[in-house]
T-cell receptor, first 113, second 114 residues
């Protein structure tokens, strides 16, 4: 059974640009969540998508957005990049209901210069 | 507002000894907790979980204890092995009934010395 796949693994962007990250969840998982990991703030929840709808949202500015497709694959977009957006972006997939473990991808390391 | 706290940034133990990692939470509505292990440049890997209806859950070398009155949980690793050296996070879903949203602690870096 394939795990959670995130692409690309590494990305370097310039301030002011925008970026799109992709996540393919585990087959059968309908919930996809995104997290940002930075040294100072730890793992912070960005948002969760379920059945192509945003179900939960963290405390991030509107520059951070996402979407989910009918096959459960998800993308997140960050517009007008700032230096502080440099982080490891992690995607997790889980079953839509119940307390089960969330499985994480390897992440996308974004560096903004 | 840090609802899940891991107050020890790091822990060093000798191979074969017990490692105890601690986690505190502030929201009494939390009813499920998970521990993840993370190596550098990789995503977190699920280790073990516990529901608030239990006070202990064991899986091989890993045991999680939950003290609801103290809002405290701990992860015990016995015996510790060098391969256990990683960052450990505790996490909780905020009463949503699913794990689509997790609140993480700041993590504890465990070093197991051979």
């Amino acid at each position: 059974k394939a795990g959670v796949t995130q692409t690309p693994r590494y990305l370097i962007k310039t301030r002011g640009q925008q970026v799109t990250l992709s996540c393919s969840p585990i087959s059968g998982h309908r919930s996809v969540s995104w997290y940002q990991q930075t040294p100072g703030q730890g793992l912070q929840f960005l948002f969760e998508y379920f059945s192509e709808t945003q179900r939960n949202k963290g405390n991030f500015p509107g520059r951070f957005s996402g979407r989910q497709f009918s096959n459960s694959r998800s993308e997140m977009n960050v517009s007008t990049l700032e230096l502080g957006d440099s982080a490891l972006y992690l995607c997790a997939s889980s079953l839509a209901t119940g307390y089960t473990e969330a499985f994480f991808g390897q992440g996308t390391r974004l560096t903004v210069v | 507002d840090q609802q899940v706290k891991q107050n020890s940034p790091s822990l060093s133990v000798q191979e074969g000894r017990i490692s105890i990692l601690n986690c505190d939470y502030t929201n009494s509505m939390f009813d499920y907790f998970l521990w993840y292990k993370k190596y550098p440049a990789e995503g977190p890997t699920f280790l073990i979980s516990i529901s608030s209806i239990k006070d202990k859950n064991e899986d091989g070398r890993f045991t999680v204890f939950l003290n609801k009155s103290a809002k405290h949980l701990s992860l015990h690793i016995v015996p510790s092995q060098p391969g256990d050296s990683a960052v450990y996070f505790c996490a909780a879903p905020p009463g949503s009934g699913n794990t689509g949203k997790l609140i993480f602690g700041q993590g504890t870096t465990l070093q197991v010395k051979p």
